[in-house]
């Protein structure tokens, strides 16, 4: 079951189907109202060091992340698909975040290694989303928070 989704994951998003998600995001709206709640601080990542944006896909979190957060802060864009993970760059034009590909359900981070995961619109793709969620758990810190944004599937 593990590797029918991973495969299904990346056949998805390394296609074409892939490269219109940055288009979808503007239409559905999910884009604009994720600025909204940076921007309006009503999830203020400024205090942040250590961020990790999980499914990062085209990088609509962490486009807003960039401007979000402060300055000098590390902020991790991680995706299974690194076919979207170059768009995201592409789209970006920064250097700041650092792209990583790899499963969610076995992150190569250490235990306690950020102070805030952002995911979006990720675990309703997962088979079972508790080894995610686990993973969550594994590598933030003590007191650090979870934006989590999911929809019905």
């Known amino acids: 079951m593990l590797r029918n989704y991973q495969s299904t994951v990346r056949r998805l998003y390394d296609g074409p189907r892939g490269a219109v998600l940055k288009y979808s995001s ?3 709206l999910h884009e ?3 600025g909204q709640l940076f921007q309006l601080r009503r999830f203020d990542v ?3 060091q250590t961020i990790l944006d999980v499914g990062s896909g085209a990088g609509r979190i962490i ?3 960039l401007k979000a957060s402060d300055g000098h802060a590390r902020i991790i864009s ?3 698909s690194a076919e979207m993970l170059r768009r995201a760059r592409e789209r970006l034009h920064s250097d700041r975040p650092c ?4 499963d969610m359900i076995r992150m190569l981070f250490r235990d306690d290694s950020f ?3 952002t995911c979006g619109h990720v675990l309703e793709h997962l088979p079972n989303p508790l080894p995610g969620l686990e993973e969550f758990a594994r590598v933030l810190k003590p007191g650090g928070s979870v934006l989590l944004l999911t929809s019905q599937t």
């Open 63 to 65: 486009r807003h992340l």
């Open 78 to 80: 991680f995706d299974l």
């Open 32 to 34: 604009p109202l994720m």
């Open 46 to 48: 400024f205090r942040f």
């Open 99 to 102: 792209f990583v590909a790899a």
């Open 115 to 117: 102070d805030c995961i």
């Open 26 to 28: 503007l239409l559905s």
